[in-house]
């Protein structure tokens, strides 16, 4: 039985659907923070450890915590058109440039006292708070070693941020076509687009200088990102048209095979979108390396100490614990402030152990304090010879049965 074209299409549809929340796609992320990092000055690439890796694995770290954490989707988007539309005052998204967060929450709890002011997207001040966040980390504050995989994955965080602002799609709330029956036009321009790009064109790759400003900057991106809203739209609705009969076939990405866009359709589309989204992925990167130069120069270009592992690394971790529970746990408090004593080196009760034989073939009564205990309570071992019984452990243990030695011992130390 043949399916027609439009089934075809819902079933592309429904295989991109892990990725329609995701800017950029995982592998653009982590390709323009690898190309961002090729642009930074070569004082901070030793700074930052001289290694790429850390940095480009965190470059979607991003994208997991929404699973987690219920705050962390609003920090990727925000709807202009939406907020427009609630809060009437502004003409446009120009007059919203610049406004603080404290004044744009009163703003929206003004006209509904319900509404929830991260309803919209909090991604210009997110932007703002998380740059200001890298720069106090590695800023030198007393004698307070930096902590270099923090600033690692607070610098990842800020470039998946600035990569999403870029995005067109993530300034308004027909995010995923889904109010115009174009669902799919997210992976569509973000995802399966720049992987088909990716494998034949290259950016022209310069050093980043520290021209970042983090307070207007963010909001000249997400202006300009949201002014190619209408032009993507009215593209994918002709690039629908045109390609629904051929546009889509079997491919493989990663370990599945699913039905997406062929490579004949991708070039279509990048033809009706004016070839932007390539020169904009090729942005993002200078732009991710600025703002990591900027912060790094507000930081005052400190040299980080990226020799001593941090301690939130769980081997660090598990070492620092399992001293602190052999050195302290097991005493009580001692004195007003509660100070604790170092544990004694010895047993304070001598340990149980079986009777062994010597090379003499006759018991060891020195290494036997359980039969010279049970000597010593019948009356028959003298207290000159207890005081010579040691609590030691033997290397070897002869496994005799205590009662019927118990006589023997008494008898030879009589």
């Known amino acids: 039985m043949n399916r027609r074209p439009l089934e075809l299409l819902a079933g592309a549809i429904v295989c991109s659907l892990p990725a329609l929340l995701t800017g950029w796609g995982f592998s653009p992320h982590r390709h323009i923070h690898a190309k961002a990092w090729t642009q ?38 925000l709807d202009l058109d939406d907020v427009l539309d609630v809060w009437t005052e502004p003409s446009s998204s120009a007059e919203l440039v610049g406004v603080s967060w404290q004044d744009y929450r009163t703003m929206v709890t003004s006209v509904d006292s319900t509404l929830d002011p991260r309803r919209f997207g909090v991604l210009p001040w997110q932007l703002h708070w998380t740059y200001r966040k890298l720069v106090a980390l590695m800023a030198a504050t007393d004698s307070t070693p930096v902590a270099l995989d923090d600033v690692l994955r607070t610098a990842a965080d800020l470039g998946h941020y600035l990569a999403d602002a870029h995005v067109p799609l993530h300034t308004t709330g027909n995010y995923n076509g889904q109010r115009t029956n174009q669902t799919g ?149 001692v004195g007003p402030l509660s100070r604790r004593i170092p544990r004694r080196l010895e047993s304070r009760r001598p340990k149980r152990t079986h009777p062994t034989w010597t090379s003499r073939g006759t018991f060891h009564v020195a290494r036997q304090p359980l039969e010279v205990a049970h000597a010593r309570r019948r009356g028959h071992l003298g207290q000159p010879v207890a005081r010579r019984a040691s609590p030691r452990r033997p290397s070897h243990h002869g496994h005799v049965r205590p009662r019927a030695a118990e006589g023997l011992v008494a008898g030879l130390l009589a």
């Open 185 to 333: 036009i997210h992976a569509l321009w973000e995802t399966h687009n720049v992987e088909h790009l990716m494998a034949s064109h290259t950016c022209d790759l310069s050093e980043a200088l520290p021209d970042y400003d983090p307070l207007w900057t963010p909001w000249d991106i997400l202006r300009t990102s949201h002014r190619d809203v209408a032009h993507v739209l009215a593209a994918e609705a002709e690039w629908r048209q045109l390609t629904q009969a051929h546009g889509w076939a079997l491919r493989r990405r990663g370990r599945t095979l699913s039905m997406l866009p062929s490579p004949e359709a991708l070039h279509c589309w990048d033809s009706l979108t004016g070839h932007r989204t390539w020169p904009r992925f090729c942005e993002t990167s200078h732009i991710v390396a600025s703002a990591w130069v900027s912060a790094w120069h507000d930081a005052g270009t400190p040299t980080l100490d990226h020799s001593r592992p941090a301690l939130r690394e769980p081997g660090m971790l598990y070492l620092f614990k399992t001293w602190l529970h052999e050195r302290f746990h097991a005493h009580p408090p």
């Open 40 to 77: 930074l000055p070569r004082d901070l690439q030793e700074a930052w450890g001289g290694d790429p890796t850390v940095l480009v694995r965190h470059a979607t770290s991003a994208d997991a915590r929404k699973h987690t954490d219920t705050l962390e989707p609003s920090r990727h988007y």
